[in-house]
């Protein structure tokens, strides 16, 4: 069981490129999430997917913009890098609205230079 | 709006002594709460969550949080640290229906032999 998984765990990317961060979990979750981790700032959520087709901005969402492909996969795109994104990223999915409980992936560490 | 406050960014313990990680809440209604942990280079874990059942919520590896709604707290603790605790933790609030989780800034739990 594969849980949640994220591609690529490692990306370095020059200011102004684009790139797509993609997750996909195989739990038949319905929500699904997308969070930054800085030093000092614990996670904050970007923008979250409350059941397909259907998406919403969170706390940091300028400079991204997300797609619920369909029920397994939600993906996370930089238009135009900056080196404020430069952060690790989190994809998390929850079943539904009687447990609570994330499932997290590992993490995309990502750059911008 | 809700939030959490965790009053600690890093917390030495001894092995085999008590760990203390403090954590208070706002909310306008009655929260959930929840205790994440993240080891090195991983993703977060769920380690405990209140859900307006019991107060003294027990957890995973021997960890257990009170909820205390008079003093606004959500404090984890274990009676005995080991080496394999040592990790970063994460106080989390999350309204009903469990659509945006707001996380705390982490505390870091470092363990001496």
């Known amino acids: 069981n594969a849980g949640v998984t994220q591609t690529p765990k490692f990306q370095v990317l020059k200011t102004g490129q684009s790139m797509t961060l993609q997750c996909a979990q195989d739990m038949n979750h319905n929500s699904m999430y997308w969070y930054r981790q800085d030093p000092g700032m614990g996670l904050r959520l970007i923008y979250y997917?409350?059941?397909?087709?259907?998406?919403d901005k969170g706390e940091v969402p300028n400079g991204y913009n997300v797609s619920r492909l369909n029920k397994r996969e939600f993906s996370l795109r930089l238009e135009s890098a900056a080196p404020s994104q430069t952060s690790v990223y989190f994809c998390?999915?929850?079943?539904?609205?009687?447990?609570?409980?994330?499932?997290f992936g590992e993490g995309s560490r990502l750059t911008v230079l | 709006a809700q939030s959490v406050t965790q009053l600690d960014s890093h917390v030495s313990v001894s092995e085999g002594t008590p760990v203390l990680l403090r954590c208070n809440y706002s909310s306008s209604y009655s929260p959930s709460l929840f205790w994440y942990v993240q080891h090195p280079n991983k993703g977060l874990q769920l380690l405990l969550k209140?859900?307006?059942?019991?107060?003294l919520v027990k957890g995973i590896n021997g960890f257990e949080a009170e909820f205390k709604k008079s003093e606004t707290s959500f404090h984890l603790t274990k009676p005995s640290a080991h080496m394999s605790d040592a990790a970063e933790y994460f106080c989390v609030v999350s309204n009903t229906g469990f659509q945006k989780l707001v996380f705390g800034t982490g505390t870091r739990l470092l363990v001496s032999p």
């Open positions: 209140y859900t307006s059942a019991a107060t």
């Open positions: 997917s409350a059941s397909e087709g259907t998406t």
């Open positions: 998390a999915s929850i079943r539904g609205s009687d447990t609570g409980e994330l499932f």
